[in-house]
């Protein structure tokens, strides 16, 4: 299985880099800037929609012959996604990386813009899209590549934008002595050490990438109905017809498509991506990879990789950009003018963007709506703290008896990867048939659907922190006969805390999103609220009320954040300085 | 004893081991790396049960770690997320003390060592040394009546590791430790005599005892003294006879008999043969001089020694080796020259080289997977050996260019010269 080191790679991308301090103006600029935006669009889109957006109306099968075929129309989807998501990287990352004005700019707009809760605003990019090609299914299938884009490129950059920052001093050294053109550099110096970690950020993206391609595909705003041919639709359509054989059908072809793509895409691409790790230490285990391991030794595909190879080469050794100086100097003088200028302008856009959006805001929105959003947004905020705390009080324990197991981690691990991958919204009908049949609450009994999908990253990072854990200390601990209690609070626990606090980002993360879906949900014609904000934005979807889904969807990207930057980013920067040792 | 991997069939680590760890005695155990000292450290700890056999301790069969004992380890082993003062009072987790007490235990363990007014810091404040006397406040805190020690200076550098044996020394020179028996396991030879009482020398795959040497100078011990010198070179001896012994073995056996190559990066051996035939030794030298010397741990020495002789580049006559005539020409040739020497010799006296080239040689395609080698090496090699066997037979092939190797793909394949 992984290693612990992988692992790293992922809390690297998580923390966010170097704006680990509280809240600074920058993140309240971009958090204007986002929160505005959303706003704006709002407005926007409604007056796009007034000559009426057609979107085709495909008809869904409901017969599981039709499956593989959705089921194929899915996978490709998700595909798209990846290569936009990649392209995305290369250029964003790159762009924040090599200048310090852009990277002004462009970090803390990411890391806002990696707490908007993607299903919230796909309202708008289903809306947007369709009225950009009227009368034809492109529409619809961009805003489905869309949303899965929005959940997984901002992850990918971070991890990118992270080891192109973290080039070691040596190489780059080495690197500007042969006098490497910017595009030779970042061929092959910069992608080749980014490598593992990219690989392993849009692993990690992937998965939750499903969950959103389900949600994307069926979606209703206003008047605008949009069913694309899919495993989501399919399953809308069961959940219409009160289907259950039809939902275990898709459950069935989903589960088949994730193991497909992890064995033949994922697998083999971190199994290859160990070659660039740049520790040199003999890591403790080593990716493997069968598919990967039956390319390399076919004759065939050898002589077909080194045509590819060679073309590739060629492609990064081109110097492009002629006769380039080497510089020798890393910080070039400030150019305090042009900065100054910069800063302007920056605080200009900034400023009319959030003015503009108060203005539509005004006449669109009371009072009232925003401290009944606020309110929901504490019910759903208190949803989130209580399960990710229930999540934890039960995965703790059985992440860490299994994790210091090898053979049982050897089996646990592949399986709670698979279940973080799988899109819970699939599994939603048998709960809210449950729900129904039983006539329990909804306002209590819908709330686990939210950390139905998300539970499974804090158990399989604390697998991975636990299996990390060193030998030594727990031999010590033996031989020492520490007790109990005390081996559980003084040893394991503090041990495999920054992991914990790894998978509890994510899962809460990805918690507020899955609200959204999981706060209001239909059975046939039955429909089950247990209020909130995601529930407060899925409504306001529904009825096609654009200003209130923005109001929704802004004060959601607020809590979002407040949670981030006040509860996770200090729990893991304390959990960082407490289990260093060097 | 032996001990059943994890992983896979029961594989012995250690055989028909049988020791007894005398009351106001140093016990050293000495051996290469994979003769098994640290398995049998955690078995007497009782961290690992042994697959067959009986550890008793005061007289009662061991079956987990014990009160009375403690282990100091080589990395160790300090909780980055508790004080000097917690790591210390975890060593007295077991024993249910009231706070106040466990607290002035503690801190007199840190006194005791040479800490105090470390008592609040980290570890990642403190330096190697410091860590390593953490370590040993922690083990001794319980007034153990055993005391567990693996390698437990090999991690720090020389001068900081010198002061801490010292240091250690003189408490359990002055008696003033409750400890009755001390087990340290080292690789480090002129340790293992400035320290022990008495040492075993452990024999690899599987690990049993090889010899055992009384060391009876007086505390302090002088280094540089003649039978302080006589006792380090006594050891050696032990060490490199059983070498001579199985190479003795392996010359004698039939040709198709596959023995293991000791692990010996070519580029040390080239070093090696070079400072032998330097003035200052002209081609012959003691092994613990140039160990001295070179600052080469026995267990770098000897695998180096081992290959010079198994190539006919240098005899061994006790501990005094002796560069051939064909060593001496080999250390005065220009590179190219050397490798065709090496290649000869590399194709005459190490049958395994011959063999592989003989199949590169015979295949249509001249590729072979390793597969096929390890499975062939495994009948008769213990499976860690058989890889340390491949892994220096390609180091020393491509050197003498007779055969090639694709680590991802796991092929040999034939080098033309």
């Known amino acids: ?582 | 004893m032996a001990y059943a991997r994890p992983s896979g069939e029961p594989l012995p680590v250690l055989a028909n081991i049988d020791l007894s760890l005398r009351s106001g005695e140093i016990l050293g155990l000495l051996g290469r790396s994979g003769s098994g000292k640290s398995t049998l450290l955690r078995i007497s700890a009782g961290l690992i049960r042994p697959s067959s056999g009986e550890v008793l301790y005061r007289g009662q069969p061991l079956v987990g770690p014990a009160a009375g004992i403690a282990v100091v380890f080589q990395t160790f082993a300090l909780y980055p997320w508790l004080s000097v003062q917690r790591n210390v009072e975890l060593g007295l987790d077991a024993l249910d003390l009231p706070p106040a007490e466990r607290r002035r235990r503690a801190l007199s363990a840190i006194d005791l060592i040479g800490l105090d007014g470390f008592q609040s810091a980290y570890p990642r404040e403190l330096s190697g040394g410091m860590r390593q006397r953490v370590g040993f406040a922690r083990a001794i805190v319980s007034d153990p009546v055993l005391l567990l020690m693996d390698e437990p200076f090999s991690a720090l550098d020389v001068l900081t590791a010198e002061t801490l044996r010292t240091d250690f020394l003189d408490l359990w020179v002055e008696r003033r430790l409750p400890t009755e028996a001390v087990l340290l396991v080292t690789h480090n030879i002129e340790e293992a005599v400035l320290m022990c009482d008495r040492v075993l020398v452990l024999g690899s795959h599987p690990g049993q005892i090889a010899a055992e040497i009384r060391i009876p100078l007086p505390h302090p011990r002088n280094r540089l003294a003649a039978n302080f010198r006589a006792l380090v070179g006594e050891i050696y001896t032990t060490l490199t006879s059983r070498m001579a012994e199985s190479l003795a073995a392996v010359s004698a056996s039939p040709a198709d008999q596959v023995h293991g190559l000791p692990r010996a990066a070519i580029n040390r051996l080239n070093g090696f043969v070079e400072t032998l035939a330097a003035s200052a030794y002209q081609g012959q030298c003691e092994l613990p001089e140039i160990a001295a010397a070179l600052a080469l741990k026995v267990d770098e020495l000897l695998p180096l020694v081992a290959a010079l002789q198994l190539l006919g580049f240098a005899e061994l006559r006790g501990t005094r080796i002796r560069l051939t005539p064909a060593g001496r020409v080999f250390a005065g040739s220009a590179s190219e020259e050397r490798k065709r020497l090496f290649r000869e010799h590399l194709l005459r006296f190490v049958p395994l080289a011959a063999h592989v080239a003989e199949v590169l040689e015979e295949r249509p395609d001249h590729r072979a997977p390793r597969e096929r080698f390890e499975l062939e090496l495994q009948d008769h090699l213990h499976p860690e050996d058989a890889q340390r066997t491949l892994s220096t037979l390609i180091d020393w092939g491509r050197y003498a260019e007779i055969l090639g190797y694709d680590a991802r793909t796991r092929v040999f394949s034939q080098t033309v010269p």
């Open chain 1, 1 to 582: 299985m992984y290693g612990g080191h992988t692992i790293y790679q992922n809390l690297l991308a998580l923390r966010a880099g170097p704006y680990r301090q509280l809240p600074g103006w920058r993140d309240l600029a971009a958090l204007v800037l986002v929160v505005g935006v959303v706003i704006l669009l709002a407005g926007g889109v409604r007056q796009m929609v007034e000559p009426v957006a057609h979107a085709p109306a495909v008809p869904i099968s409901l017969s599981p012959e039709a499956l593989p075929v959705y089921t194929l129309r899915t996978v490709l989807r998700m595909l798209a996604a990846l290569v936009a998501s990649l392209l995305f990287t290369l250029t964003y990352a790159t762009l924040a990386a090599k200048s310090r004005r852009a990277e002004r700019v462009l970090i803390p707009l990411l890391d806002v813009l990696q707490s908007v809760p993607v299903l919230g605003y796909l309202s708008f990019t289903v809306v947007f899209f369709v009225s950009l090609f009227p009368g034809n299914t492109l529409g619809p299938e961009l805003a489905a590549i869309f949303a899965i884009f929005t959940s997984q490129a901002w992850n990918m950059a971070f991890s990118f934008y992270q080891s192109l920052r973290m080039v070691p001093g040596d190489l780059d050294e080495a690197c500007r002595s042969v006098r490497s053109s910017p595009w030779q550099r970042f061929w092959r110096l910069e992608v080749p050490f980014a490598m593992p970690g990219l690989v392993w950020n849009t692993m990690m993206s992937m998965s939750g990438g499903w969950f959103f391609v389900v949600a994307a595909e069926a979606i209703s705003v206003g008047d605008v109905q949009i069913a694309l041919p899919g495993v989501g639709s399919f399953v809308a359509r069961a959940i219409e017809e009160r289907n259950l054989a039809c939902v275990g059908w898709a459950i069935l072809a989903m589960s088949l498509a994730i193991i497909v793509y992890d064995q033949l895409l994922f697998r083999p691409l971190v199994a290859w991506s160990e070659k660039f790790r740049f520790e040199q230490t003999a890591s403790q285990v080593t990716p493997r990879s069968w598919v990967l391991s039956l390319f390399q030794r076919s004759a065939i595909f050898q002589s077909i990789n080194q045509v590819a190879t060679a073309g590739l080469q060629r492609v990064g050794d081109a110097r492009l950009v002629p006769g380039i100086r080497a510089p020798l100097v890393r910080h070039p003088p400030s150019q305090r003018l042009v900065d100054a200028i910069w800063m302007l302008a920056g605080a200009a856009a900034i400023g009319f963007v959030g003015w503009a959006a108060l203005r539509y805001a005004r006449h669109a929105l009371s009072w009232s709506d925003v401290s009944q959003a606020t309110g929901s947004g504490l019910l759903t905020l208190l949803r989130v703290l209580v399960l990710v705390a229930l999540a934890s009080f039960v995965w703790v324990p059985i992440g860490v008896m299994v994790g210091l197991r090898p053979r049982l981690t050897a089996t646990v691990q592949p399986i709670a990867q698979f279940l973080a991958a799988f899109p819970a919204n699939l599994l939603f009908p048998l709960a809210v048939f449950a729900i129904v049949k039983f006539q329990l609450a909804p306002a209590v009994w819908l709330s686990p659907l939210m950390i139905l999908g998300t539970q499974w990253y804090i158990l399989f990072n604390i697998i991975a922190g636990a299996s990390a854990f060193p030998s030594d200390l727990r031999e010590a601990a033996a031989s020492f006969r520490v007790r109990s209690l005390h081996w559980w609070w003084q040893v394991i626990l503090p041990g495999i805390f920054p992991y914990f606090v790894t998978g509890a980002i994510t899962a809460s993360g990805g918690a507020w999103n899955a609200s959204v879906v999981s706060e209001t949900v239909n059975w046939g014609s039955t429909t089950l609220n247990g209020g909130g904000l995601g529930a407060y934005i899925t409504q306001m979807t529904r009825a096609g009320d654009y200003p209130r889904i923005a109001l929704g969807v802004a004060i959601m990207s607020v809590y979002v954040v407040a949670m981030n930057r006040l509860l996770w980013r200090p729990l893991y920067a304390f959990a960082e300085r407490h289990t260093r040792l060097g």
